[in-house]
């Protein structure tokens, strides 16, 4: 009897892959520094405000970091207050990991980075039996669900994702039980067998659910609309069986669905003069019309596919480049292949053509809201995660098929050596092993680097220093604040012996006469480091000589240094 044939062999499989996932998300975990949307989660997490930070004065770090403190009196309503008034996403994550944070924190201390990515981390595994689950009713092979499993586990952008403290992963099985729902709906028209009134409540919560966890939730039932329309339209010509019980018990799904996104129109109102959002508003002209399909392109790539490409030296990132390239093309045409056969193959084609639809939905709708609306949503790789899992799904099922039929999948685009063309089973081991190397490329920090290198700046000054510091910084919007708090939060982590001071400077169209005063009133010597000052004023009226010396590049930051003597 095969080993495959045993009744554990598959738990114990999976579970080898929930291991993995788990390992893969620990790597540097709490490492990083905490990037600026990171800081809003912690903040908005722990029932705090940003408004509270003091403007035009000069204030110690702990001040700057307060919002940062857990404090045992704070609810959850104080996180939905500070949430819509100060910011712009749904509640449902910030409340659970408010009460997350809660059971590992102390009165008065600094949240932890590890604890507050943790929560993420845990979604992000979870994702690995959802999407198990998921594949195995929608193809009813087990091959396909633990290879589907193994990429969700290995994923590069699954890790990032998991190490990132902010509300995606949670999101995902959302999009994974609603496309649970939506795959059961389609099946329910072709057999004419309606969904249960218990299915129809539950799809209904969980879209809530969904659109409660992240706004970019209603992208993906906009992509599950344009799919399901195609389906409306077939039936078109046959208009009674648009009135037939399968049909409106969708329908029942649609309006519920609808009135729970209603909630939120106030809020959503707000969004488009919201300048928190202004950073991807973008102007297409030009050789830049383009630049927004390339980088999607990257990270449609990237979700299985990553070597080191940042913080390393040139070379290795051409090496890396290179090896990326060359997979590419020998595994592209032989996934390709799978999907053909999936999409021609009785037990797999209805299914196959649902998750295609949905992730050319999705990039279709975001392709609106690039060239059409001028909202770049290629700017972040954050923001990619609505069609993460179905990707996911795809791929899965493409290797399971070639695994399954592995004689099928020998040719290429280009000729390649016999060991790489006999066995189309290498095409789905090589695939795991460079997915499982992205994922250690991720939690070594050498893919998926924060914006802000906050922790290289904050190392920079802390050697550079000889005399007592001041840092200056242009706020205009909460933005500026939770970058600042960012490279305070990294001098506190790195233990520096002096603690500098800071001030946020309300950005006007004169120099601010607080900073003014500021300059020539602390005792000299100190340092002033200007740190994405948005001030082009002549300092050394102030006797403070700016550092002539060329300065290291940074990511996020624009800063110079003055000596105040």
Not at 115 to 121: D, P
Not at 175 to 204: D, N, T
Not at 249 to 259: E, F, K, N, Q, W
Not at 383 to 397: D, E, M, R
Request: proline share 4%; charged share 15%; aromatic share 12%.
């Amino acid at each position: 009897m095969k080993i495959s044939h045993n009744r554990w062999f598959h738990p114990i499989l999976l579970l080898f892959w929930v291991v993995l996932g788990i390992l893969l998300r620990l790597i540097g975990l709490g490492d990083k520094s905490a990037s600026s949307i990171e800081i809003s989660t912690l903040v908005f997490s722990l029932g705090h405000g940003l408004k509270t930070i003091p403007l035009d004065q000069l204030i110690s770090i702990d001040t700057l970091l307060s919002p940062l403190r857990f404090e045992t009196t704070t609810q959850p309503s104080d996180v939905v207050y500070h949430l819509f008034t100060e910011s712009n996403h749904p509640p449902l994550y910030f409340i659970i990991n408010h009460f997350w944070m809660k059971l590992f924190s102390t009165e008065g201390e600094l949240v932890s980075l590890t604890v507050a990515r943790s929560l993420s981390s845990i979604f992000g595994v979870l994702a690995i039996p959802a999407i198990f689950s998921f594949s195995y009713f929608a193809f009813q092979s087990l091959i396909f669900a633990q290879i589907t499993a193994a990429l969700m586990a290995v994923s590069p952008y699954g890790v990032y994702l998991s190490q990132e403290a902010r509300h995606y992963t949670i999101t995902i099985l959302w999009i994974l039980a609603s496309l649970g729902y939506f795959v059961k709906a389609i099946r329910s028209l072709e057999k004419e067998k309606p969904l249960s009134i218990i299915q129809v409540i539950g799809w209904i919560i969980v879209n809530g659910l969904g659109i409660a966890s992240h706004y970019f939730f209603i992208v993906f039932l906009g992509a599950e609309s344009l799919v399901l329309a195609g389906f409306w339209f077939k039936d078109w010509r046959h208009q009674l069986k648009l009135l037939r019980s399968a049909w409106l018990r969708i329908y029942i799904v649609s309006l519920g669905t609808l009135i729970s996104g209603l909630v939120w129109i106030p809020i959503l109102e707000s969004l488009s003069n919201d300048q928190l959002t202004e950073w991807i508003e973008t102007q297409l002209k030009g050789f830049r019309l383009i630049e927004p399909l390339f980088r999607l392109i990257a990270w449609l790539i990237t979700q299985i596919f990553l070597l080191p490409v940042e913080g390393t030296l040139i070379i290795i990132t051409m090496i890396s480049a290179l090896i990326l390239l060359t997979l590419l093309v020998w595994v592209s045409p032989k996934i390709i292949q799978g999907i053909k056969f999936n999409l021609t193959s009785p037990d797999t084609q209805l299914e196959t053509k649902i998750l295609s639809g949905i992730l050319f939905s999705v990039l279709g709708l975001f392709l609106i809201l690039i060239y059409g609306f001028k909202k770049d949503v290629s700017l972040a790789a954050r923001y990619q995660f609505v069609y993460f899992p179905v990707l996911i799904l795809i791929l899965g099922s493409a290797l399971g098929r070639i695994w399954k039929q592995p004689q099928q999948f020998n040719p290429s685009w280009v000729s390649l050596p016999p060991f790489l063309q006999d066995h189309g089973k290498k095409v789905v081991i090589v695939t795991l092993i460079m997915g499982c190397l992205g994922g250690l490329t991720v939690g070594l920090n050498y893919g998926f680097q924060k914006s802000q290198r906050s922790d290289l700046l904050a190392s920079y000054i802390i050697n550079q220093s000889q005399t007592p510091v001041i840092i200056a910084t242009s706020q205009r919007t909460h933005a500026e604040t939770r970058s600042l708090m960012g490279l305070g939060l990294e001098f506190k982590r790195q233990k520096a012996e002096n603690l500098p001071q800071f001030i946020l400077v309300k950005k006007t169209e004169t120099f601010s006469p607080t900073l003014a005063t500021t300059l020539t009133q602390v005792e000299r010597p100190f340092e002033f480091w200007g740190v994405n000052l948005k001030d082009n004023t002549d300092f050394s009226q102030f006797r403070c000589q700016q550092d002539p010396r060329e300065l290291p590049d940074f990511n996020g930051y624009r800063y110079r240094r003055y000596y105040c003597r």
